[in-house]
């Protein structure tokens, strides 16, 4: 009779199968256990349906839960590439440097943390190479060759890198903190060294090399102040080449020397002065002067000696001129003496002159 009742009921309300079995454990025999073995709760055999039972179990204790069913995750069928970030998209970052390589923005150069260069990665202001450029695209791309770089100092390569020369390189380019470099002086020169003259050169180390520099001087050969030898004046004679010491009558001193400039003094050899005022010249010719060349001697000064004074004073070039004594080679000597005209109408003719030379020489030290 129960049997029917469930029967009708199922038949004129449509319930769910899930409350169907809730009402079927309604029976006392039905939710008592699995019957012994071999028969059913009327005796008869009962077959299990394993499957049956697993699903409505399952069903049971779904709906007890309160929730719905979650069906399982979907397989994936598109999403981020395995080389991009999980979580960005982003490309990963680059393995030498740490960084994503979008840091690598555009305008921005591209240098490790010491300031040197580095393929990918860094984006800075600061750095001392410069030589390569973000593109924007997270990749380093080498400036031309020849743009400046390393401050100034160097040239960049075309590959990236920043070529600066060193001292010694044979560029023949000073750099910052050298004097010179090679051949390269800078317009530089012995006398900007505070020498007189010389070759400056450059030093492996790129410093001047004044070894060849020298202090320029003029040095009489019997000093400041002291007269050339006494001798035996020859005045009653004819000059000729068997006596060519005819008619010598002076000795010469220097008493400072300025620059090229010599303060000379001339005197007879009895310390008296001429007999009458005559002509002289300060001449440069010989270490020893011989009466057949005196008109042949360069002139250097020339004026009148009064027959009042015993000693004639002069100022004399040495040299030509200063660039002229600087031109010449150290060591170069100039030898000046007086010669003067004489009284009776020979007054302005070369006729007496010095016996021994006042020798100067180049020295330079």
Request: aromatic content about 6%; proline content about 9%.
């Amino acid at each position: 009779m129960l049997d029917q009742d469930r029967s009708a009921l199922a038949r004129s309300t449509p319930l769910s199968s899930s409350l169907v079995s809730l009402l079927a454990c309604l029976a006392p025999v039905a939710c008592a256990g699995p019957a012994p073995s071999g028969s059913g709760p009327f005796g008869s055999p009962s077959v299990q349906d394993d499957d049956a039972s697993a699903t409505a179990a399952s069903t049971v204790a779904d709906e007890s839960s309160g929730g719905e069913t979650t069906p399982p995750p979907p397989e994936p069928t598109s999403g981020p590439d395995s080389g991009d970030d999980a979580t960005t998209g982003a490309p990963p970052p680059d393995p030498t440097t740490g960084s994503p390589p979008t840091d690598c923005m555009p305008g921005s150069i591209c240098c490790a943390d010491d300031g040197t260069y580095a393929p990918s990665g860094a984006s800075t202001t600061g750095c001392s190479s410069d030589c390569s450029a973000c593109d924007g695209q997270g990749s380093c791309v080498p400036q031309p060759s020849g743009l400046p770089c390393g401050g100034g100092a160097g040239t960049c390569d075309g590959a990236g890198a920043c070529d600066v020369p060193t001292c010694g390189d044979g560029g023949n380019t000073i750099e910052p903190g050298e004097d010179c470099d090679g051949t390269a002086l800078g317009g530089q020169t012995c006398a900007s060294q505070g020498y007189d003259g010389g070759t400056l050169a450059c030093q492996a180390n790129c410093t001047f090399d004044t070894s060849s520099c020298y202090q320029e001087s003029i040095v009489p050969s019997r000093g400041l102040g002291s007269w050339t030898p006494a001798f035996v004046p020859d005045v009653d004679c004819t000059c000729s080449a068997a006596n060519p010491d005819c008619r010598t009558l002076y000795q010469g001193r220097v008493t400072s020397i300025v620059g090229n400039t010599a303060h000379m003094e001339f005197r007879k050899m009895d310390g008296s002065p001429p007999s009458a005022t005559v002509s002289y010249w300060v001449v440069v010719g010989d270490l020893e002067p011989t009466c057949l060349d005196l008109d042949a001697y360069v002139q250097r000064s020339t004026g009148s000696w009064s027959s009042a004074s015993s000693t004639l004073a002069v100022d004399v070039g040495i040299w030509p001129s200063l660039a002229a004594f600087e031109a010449d080679p150290c060591g170069t000597t100039k030898d000046l003496f007086v010669i003067t005209g004489g009284g009776n109408g020979y007054q302005n003719v070369r006729l007496w002159y010095q016996d021994e030379a006042v020798r100067f020489t180049k020295v330079c030290s």
